[in-house]
Nanobody, 126 residues
């Protein structure tokens, strides 16, 4: 059973919106209080988008994501969402969700996340 599964990726026009979902298994969600979204374009490094502390709800965003993207969680379903608004062609990427332990903060530092999904593709056309 996959521990982290993303969904919601699609092809949209510039200016459009998408809502990505990250379903985390109960054990993993219970024992890893940071859940984050990353994205990657072929040939480039995977970069952080946003992170959330699933207990307290505090969030962290990469600068380019502030004001356009929103991360939120539903602890009753073990799901973390990433709402993408005002999409631009440069947002085209595969979006990954990951879970990791709470260290007093939840940022998007890749090696602090141990459980990763397979990703969901977002394509934005101009």
């Amino acid at each position: 059973q996959a521990q982290v599964v993303e969904s919601g990726g699609d092809s949209v026009q510039a200016g459009g919106s998408l809502r990505l979902s990250c379903q985390v298994s109960t054990y993993t969600y219970t024992n890893n209080k940071c859940v984050a979204w990353f994205r990657q374009v072929p040939g480039k490094e995977r970069e952080g988008v946003a992170a959330i502390w699933t207990d307290g709800g505090s969030t962290y965003y990469a600068d380019y994501a502030k004001g356009r993207f929103t991360i939120e969680r539903d602890n009753t379903k073990n799901v973390v969402y990433l709402q993408l608004n005002g999409l631009k062609p440069e947002d085209t990427a595969k979006y990954f969700c990951a879970a990791g332990p709470f260290r007093g903060y939840c940022y998007t530092v890749r090696n602090e996340y141990y459980y990763w999904g397979q990703g969901t593709q977002v394509t934005v056309s101009s």
